[in-house]
Nanobody, 115 residues
Framework: QVQLVESGGGLVQPGGSLRLSCAVS????????ASWYRQAPGKQRELVAH???????NYADSVKGRFTISRDNAKTTVYLQMNALKPEDTAVYSC?????????WGRGTQVTVSS
């Protein structure tokens, strides 16, 4: 397993944008497959976006057309560009990659959408 670290969360007004980043805490790890999940208070964790080894992506219906998952050319960082944010997007966003037993997770970054 590897320890992932997310960054880029914060407070934003409805309609605003944020870009989240995910990388390993030490060394270099190349993300062939990665996902972003989120968990809002009192709700189950849900898959937001996924990128596969061939670069194909898929998204939760609730974020299609607003969020984009991507990697840098070296595949060492995974991004989640979030546009047209809504209050219901408020959650802790976590990065995941299927490495090791149970996969590898970050601790998450808080995204709050509020006026």
């Amino acid at each position: 397993q590897v320890q992932l670290v997310e960054s880029g969360g914060g407070l934003v007004q409805p309609g605003g944008s944020l870009r989240l980043s995910c990388a390993v805490s030490r060394g270099i790890f190349r993300f062939d497959v990665a996902s972003w999940y989120r968990q809002a208070p009192g709700k189950q964790r849900e898959l937001v976006a996924h990128i596969d080894s061939d670069g194909s992506t898929n998204y939760a219906d609730s974020v299609k057309g607003r969020f984009t998952i991507s990697r840098d050319n070296a595949k060492t960082t995974v991004y989640l560009q979030m546009n047209a944010l809504k209050p219901e997007d408020t959650a802790v966003y976590s990065c995941y990659t299927p490495l090791g037993a149970g996969g590898s997770w970050g601790r998450g970054t808080q995204v709050t959408v509020s006026s």
